[in-house]
């Protein structure tokens, strides 16, 4: 049998784009052996992420909801900031990722496309689309191939090129199980350049350390400095810790101006396209909207549907990307994570900003503009400011 489209990943971009083919009728087949399953990261899913999603998925979301965040930078009084809500739903809530990825598995298979447990490990073009090899020695048909498996993406590895080690990142840290909070933790840190992080699960806590691959240092000593963290802030109550590590994308602005998301009959979304905020790491948005860009591109009638992809990435993902990139080095600087958590501390205005820029309400397009106008508080409201002025 040969299909319409052939997806390689059944996470949160190959589900949902397998879902948004499925309900316009086309024949959909998606290629994953382990999904739905735990993924090491934050989990946070953003309000505006959820929108994308909630209408269609069959039961509501296990989660949990945020309320606030607190900024630490190791050396200092913390600051919090009371996240906002909609109509009383909470602007931030954060999943077990097996839960949040296997409802949207759910929804598509419900639609009608065909999940095969099988592992993808060729993807050769073909007369009519392309032949994907699997793992028990049979070879699938697909007039379209979705590349949805993300860092490690063997369809880019395949149709384009990998990415490099100067762009990815290595996420690591530890489950800790028995505890939970309604209440993000980020502490600052300057080397390496980032954040540590503690988000709450509905059963256990996802702590960790984020760094860039070719930053010399490994994934044990990134574990070791997670490990000292939880004790210092003694967020495990002597509960079990789980050990995790997991590449992610982190492109650089030029890297993002330049990546190829899309060929000739194939298509790159979420992180196999890049599309991971290098500020935040978060990427479920992203990685949603660029499933609905390519269901758009695939399903319609025009010519070049990949190009009209690739442009709209451009345009609307890695332009907002890209602004995040340009702040990325001074973010981490401990003078402006100072600054920061001062001016988060003692002013109303820039707790109202980092709030929605956590919510992934706040855009990095309006960003700066936003500071400006909060000048009218004080010192430490123009430091802020002055700090995001590239």
């Known amino acids: 049998m040969s299909y319409d489209v052939a997806i390689v990943g059944a996470g949160p971009s190959g589900a949902w784009t397998a879902f948004l083919l499925a309900r316009r009728g086309a024949r959909v087949l998606v290629l994953d052996p382990s999904h739905p399953r735990e993924k090491p990261c934050g989990g946070g899913v953003t309000g505006r ?21 607190r900024f630490l930078d190791g050396s200092g009084p913390s600051a919090s900031v009371d996240l906002p809500s909609t109509g009383g739903s909470a602007a931030l809530v954060v999943s077990g990722r097996a839960a949040f990825d ?68 290595i996420a690591t840290g530890y489950f800790a199980h028995g505890t939970t909070s309604d209440e993000i933790l980020l502490e600052f840190v300057a080397d390496p350049p980032g954040y540590i992080w503690s988000f709450p699960r509905p059963d256990h806590l996802a702590i960790g350390i984020c760094a860039p691959a070719a930053a010399g240092t490994t994934s044990g000593a990134l574990r070791h400095i997670a490990a000292r963290w939880i004790e210092r802030t003694r967020l495990s109550n002597d509960g079990r810790l789980e050990p995790y590590s997991w590449p992610i994308p982190s492109l650089s602005a030029g890297d993002l101006g330049a990546v190829t998301v899309a060929g000739p009959r194939w298509y790159l979304v979420g992180d196999a396209a890049g599309t991971v905020d290098p500020i935040t790491r978060e990427g479920i948005f992203f990685a949603l909207l660029s499933a609905s860009f390519a269901a758009d591109a695939i399903a319609g009638s025009q010519d070049q549907g990949e190009r009209h992809y690739a442009e709209r990435m451009q345009s609307d993902i890695m ?24 001016a988060l501390r003692r002013s109303a205005p820039i707790r109202s900003v980092m709030a929605d820029l956590v919510a992934g309400a706040q855009s990095y397009r309006g960003l700066k503009w936003r500071l400006v106008r909060t000048l009218e508080i004080g010192y430490a409201a123009k430091a802020v400011a002055a700090s995001f002025a590239i």
């Not at 073009?125 to 979705?146: H, K, Y």
């Not at 890209?322 to 100072?338: G, I, N, S, V």
């Open 319 to 342: 332009s907002e990307l890209r602004r995040a990139a340009h702040l990325k080095d001074a973010f981490f600087q401990p003078r402006f994570t100072r600054l920061l958590i001062d």
């Open 102 to 169: 296997g409802l949207l598995l759910d929804a598509a298979l419900a639609a009608g496309a065909e999940l095969d447990r099988s592992r993808a490990i060729d993807v050769r073009r073909a007369p009519r689309g392309f032949e994907i090899q699997t793992a028990d020695g049979r070879s699938r048909a697909a007039a379209v191939v979705v590349g949805a498996d993300g860092v490690n993406s063997l369809v880019r590895r395949k149709l384009s090129r990998p990415f490099t080690r100067h762009q990815l990142s």
């Open 49 to 69: 992420a959820l929108a994308l999603v909630a209408p269609v998925l069959p039961h509501p979301l296990a989660a949990v909801a945020i309320r606030r965040a």
